[in-house]
């Protein structure tokens, strides 16, 4: 096992147990000792940035409390585009670009994690969304054609992978010339504690995964991006909101969510 696979297996089972409703935690805010429930995810999300609009339009159980913000904000979705969600989790992002591409376009969701993928499709199938799909794979080995889409996203995702330039490379092949990437996750603007760093639970919640600021920016380039900017910055939020667990506080100092643009030549 490399450590690539050690990491994948701990997130894979860690996000199964969450899909399943039998292990508590939040994702990116997993030191919320319970917070899955009900109107609390609701808040959390309107804090990272989604409207309440959009959250009345999710099927139940979409919204569970995974985001660190919301890459549609900025994601400027025209109808009738392909939409790739890297990460898909139980659907949120993925039924919202669905409303925005309209019924002429189409939103392909994608995650590694069997339990995930079945609360989506069943997610899709209770709202009848027959422009949204969800796939069973890897953001680093991406199952869709060579340009096939014309957007994107992730939110909070790309942290939980251990080669975070394979996955942006997978974006770059994946979009047509002119498409954009747009995504939402953590990055540091100071070193975090090697405790933290070794951290399983820091670790599936997008906290110890997270890669230097300016290291993230690169990788995105050096997959073959052009005009990369972060278009939107805030602090990770207050600790306490989150349960106040020890690492939460040390992350709170040292992540900010970060919203990232870019274009394929």
């Not at 899909?19 to 899955?36: E, I, K, P, R």
């Not at 109107?39 to 609009?53: H, L, M, N």
């Not at 979409?62 to 890297?86: F, K, Q, S």
Request: glycine content about 12%; some cysteine.
């Amino acid at each position: 096992m490399t450590k690539t696979d050690d990491i994948r297996g701990v997130v894979r089972e860690k996000y199964g147990a969450i899909a399943q409703g039998t292990q508590a935690g939040c994702g990116c805010d997993s030191g919320a000792g319970g917070c899955c429930g009900g109107s609390v995810v609701d808040q959390v999300a309107e804090y990272i940035g989604y409207t309440p609009e959009q959250l009345a339009a999710l099927p139940e159980g979409a919204n569970l409390g995974l985001g660190c913000g919301n890459p549609l904000a900025h994601a400027a979705i025209r109808p009738g585009e392909v939409v790739l969600d890297l990460g898909s989790g139980a659907g949120m992002d993925a039924f919202l670009a669905g409303r925005e591409v309209g019924p002429t376009g189409r939103v392909i969701g994608v995650d590694m994690t069997p339990e995930m993928l079945e609360k989506a499709r069943a997610n899709a199938a209770t709202v009848g969304a027959a422009n949204v799909e969800f796939r069973l794979g890897e953001i680093e080995h991406l199952p869709v054609a060579d340009a096939s889409v014309d957007l994107v996203i992730s939110n909070c995702v790309v942290n939980l992978s251990a080669d975070k330039d394979q996955v942006f490379r997978e974006a770059f092949r994946a979009l047509r010339p002119g498409g954009r990437l747009m995504v939402s996750d953590l990055v540091l603007v100071r070193p975090l504690s090697e405790e933290v760093r070794r951290s399983v639970e820091a670790y599936v919640g997008c906290v110890a995964g997270a890669a230097q600021k300016e290291d993230y920016l690169r990788a995105i380039r050096d997959a073959g991006f052009r005009d990369v900017e972060v278009v939107e910055e805030r602090s990770y939020g207050d600790a306490d909101l989150f349960g106040g667990a020890e690492w939460m506080r040390e992350a709170a100092r040292a992540v900010v969510s970060a919203k990232v643009r870019a274009v394929k030549p």
